[in-house]
């Protein structure tokens, strides 16, 4: 079992680029949730999906894009890297129903320039 | 709305000894309450949950926590640290939705740092 898994695990981004952290997960789960998480700050919810072509915001959605074309995938963008979002990322998929937890992948850590 | 509040963003204690990591929430409706524990450079992994019935909850590693409504309080225990408990903690939770469950949109806590001496 595979559950999440999130690639690159490390990036070094010079401000102004782009990219797209990918999250996959195999456990047919209907939500799926990026987070960032800051020293100090915990996680801190960047944009979640209830389903393929439904997305929201979270807590800190400003800067990142999300889209949901499958069940099983779900990348985030950064349009306009900042140093400001120098972060860890941790992408996490639970089902919608039952008493349900959510299953992280190992993180990608984002330096920014 | 929801919040959670952990009490101390460091503890360090030493090995054999109990262990308490505090953790307060604020939620509107029933709360679905969670402890992850983050070892150096992973991801997170849930050490228990508790989301109805029992108060006392067990998890893994030997870690319990329990449910008090009148404190707003799921504060994790140990009664012996092990080394290899160093980690960092993070209480959650999550807020039941209109049909009685809940699913992963998760609020956090900010984290607390175990040290275990020897």
């Known amino acids: 079992n595979a559950g999440v898994t999130q690639t690159p695990k490390f990036q070094v981004l010079k401000t102004g680029q782009s990219m797209t952290l990918q999250c996959a997960q195999d456990m047919n789960h209907e939500y799926m949730s990026w987070y960032r998480q800051d020293p100090g700050m915990g996680l801190r919810l960047i944009h979640y999906s209830v389903g393929a072509g439904i997305t929201d915001q979270g807590e800190v959605p400003n800067g990142y894009n999300v889209s949901r074309s499958t069940t099983e995938d779900f990348p985030l963008r950064l349009l306009s890297a900042a140093p400001s979002q120098t972060s860890v990322y941790f992408c996490?998929?639970?089902?919608?129903?039952?008493?349900?937890?959510?299953?992280f992948g190992q993180g990608t850590r984002l330096t920014v320039v | 709305a929801q919040s959670v509040t952990q009490l101390g963003s460091h503890v360090s204690v030493s090995e054999g000894a109990l262990v308490l990591l505090r953790c307060n929430y604020s939620?509107?409706?029933?709360?679905?309450l969670f402890w992850y524990v983050q070892y150096p450079n992973q991801g997170l992994q849930l050490l228990l949950k508790?989301?109805?019935?029992?108060?006392l909850v067990k998890g893994i590693n030997g870690f319990e926590a329990e449910f008090k409504k009148s404190e707003t309080s799921f504060h994790l225990t140990k009664p012996s640290a092990h080394m290899s408990d160093a980690a960092e903690y993070f209480c959650?939770?999550?807020?039941?939705?209109?049909?009685?469950?809940?699913?992963?949109?998760?609020?956090f806590g900010q984290g607390t740092i175990l040290t275990v001496h020897p």
């Open positions: 996490a998929s639970s089902q919608l129903t039952g008493y349900t937890e959510a299953f």
């Open positions: 959650a939770v999550s807020a039941a939705n209109a049909g009685g469950t809940s699913y992963g949109k998760l609020t």
């Open positions: 939620s509107s409706v029933p709360p679905y």
């Open positions: 508790y989301t109805t019935g029992a108060t």
